[in-house]
C-alpha cells in the first residue's frame, strides 16, 4: 500500500514542509503499514534531507511548469495507485487545475497549509495548524477541516514530553533559527546575546542547509568568553529543549514544538508569514514576538531579546498557558481522522 507526497524545501521557504512529511510517512508505515513516497523539487538542501530520511522519493526539476507538473503526478498516481495523497505546498493548493486533476482519482487526497486566512480547499481531509485558524468556521464546506494549532504536525513524542518550571534566573538558551535560516540570522542572534550577558550558556542548533556552517564553526572559535555548544543536522530537538531555560527560535515549525515542550520563548521571524504565527501566539500568550529579523536595526533585535529574557512574568505565563494551545498530538489526529476515512472506503 503507497502514499504519494508532495512538498518542497529549500534556503527560500525552509525544511517545514519536508520534516512533516517525514512525520507522516513514518507514522502511515508504523500505523497502516503504508509506504510513503515523497515528491519534492530538487536542490541541494532538499537532496541532503530527503536522502538521509531514507524515504521512496521522486526529485523532479525546480523549473517545472504546473502542466508538466500534474502530467508527471498522473503518471506517478497511475503506476503506484496510492490510498492517500499529500499536497504540501504553498500555493497549489487552490490551483483550480492542479486540485481537479488530482481530486478525479478515488483516493483519499488530504491537503496541508498554513495560511491564516480563510482558505477553503476541494479535498477529503484539510489540516491547517496556524493559529489565526482558531475562530474560522468551515461547516459549509464540504472537506473535513482540522484546524488551529492542536493540530500542527510535529514528532509524536511531543505529545508526553515537558520542561521544568520556569526558575528565578536565565542561564542557559536554545537558540535555532529553522532548517535553512533564510536570513543567516544566527550571527546577528550571538552577538546580541553575547552583548546582553556573557555569562549565558548557549546552545546553537544548526543545520548543512543554511549554507553557513564552517563559517560558524569558525566563527565561534574566536567567541573566547563565550560559553556554548553548536549542534548541526540533528533529527529532532525533542531532548534539547528540557536542557535550556528559554528558547529563541524563528516562527515556523520549532515555534509550534517549543510551546509544546511549555519552554518559554522569543521568536525572530524569517518570512513576513511567519509574522502573523508568531504574533497570533503572543496574542495567546505563548510567545514574545520580537520582530521580523531582516528589518530588526542591531539594537532593536539585542533591546528585544533582553526585555524577553528578564521577563520572568512572562516565561511563567507561557508555561501555564502553553498545554491549552499546543498539545503535541497533532500527528496522531490526522493518523486518526485517516484511518476513519481508509475504513469507510
Known sequence: MFALYRADGGKGIGMGHLFRATCIAKQLLQSYNIITRIISKENEATRNFIEHSGLEHLFISENISVDQEINLLQEVIEEVSPLLFFLDVLEEDTNKTYVSAINQYPFTFIAITDASFYRPIEADIILNGNPNQISLDYSAESGKYLIGPKYFIMAPEYGATEVRK?????????????????????????????????????????????GYLPRLREYMKHQNELDYELHADVDTLINYWSENDVAISAGGNTLFERIATRIPGATVCQLTRQMEIADAFEGLGVNSNIGFGPELTDDELENGIRKFISNRANHNNQFQRSPDIVSGDGLILLIQEIGRKLHKN
Open 166 to 210: 520556569p526558575g528565578e534566573t536565565v542561564r542557559r538558551v536554545l537558540v535555532t533559527l529553522g532548517g535553512s535560516d533564510h536570513n543567516d540570522l544566527m550571527f546577528r542572534l550571538i552577538d546580541a546575546l553575547n552583548h546582553i550577558s556573557p555569562s549565558l550558556k548557549l546552545m546553537l542548533i544548526t543545520s548543512e542547509n543554511t
